[in-house]
């Protein structure tokens, strides 16, 4: 990314807005489905399958109670549902509802479709550095797994 003036941008710089920029492009898709962007998060976790509420705080980086509030909103939009975990009586999972896996799959393609076009202007060789220098960087910070390769969504999507 460069400045106006010509000037190049420094990779804190480059990161912190191009954060911004993904989490408005985001927020944008979320809203075209009725979702907030933490809603979003939630389904997208969840397309590969259900997960526990600890595994789940975790994963989206939240205390429980915010995950609860969280789940519980997106419940009453008939998106998720609670179910018991098979390996432990006391505990619950969240998974998506048929409607949920419907909504996500849509919301998913939006977010890919709107992110993939924000290096639009940059040579392919370029999107492919930059795609191997940001996974580079997800893996040693060890980022959860918060959305998945466009591919591997596909492939959990169908196998429900």
């Not at 909504?103 to 370029?126: I, N």
């Not at 980022?143 to 466009?150: I, L, N, R, T």
Request: hydrophobic residues 40%; contains cysteine; negative net charge.
């Amino acid at each position: 990314m460069a400045k106006p003036d010509g000037e190049r941008m420094g990779v804190v710089a480059a990161l912190v807005r191009s954060s911004f920029l993904v989490n408005a492009v985001y927020t944008e898709a979320a809203r075209k489905y009725g979702l907030t962007a933490q809603q979003g998060q939630l389904l997208c976790v969840l397309m590969p399958g259900p997960y526990g509420m600890t595994e789940l705080g975790r994963t989206l980086g939240l205390a429980k109670s915010s995950l609860t509030g969280l789940v519980d909103r997106t419940m009453q939009r008939g998106l998720v549902r609670r179910e018991p975990d098979p390996e432990d009586k006391r505990a619950v999972r969240v998974a998506l509802t048929d409607e949920g896996s419907e909504v996500v799959e849509k919301f998913y393609a939006e977010t890919c479709r709107r992110v993939d076009a924000l290096p639009a202007d940059l040579p392919e060789s370029d999107r492919e550095t930059l795609a191997e220098l940001l996974g580079r960087v997800v893996l040693a910070n060890k980022v959860p797994m918060v959305f998945a390769e466009a591919d591997a969504a596909a492939t959990a999507a169908h196998e429900r």
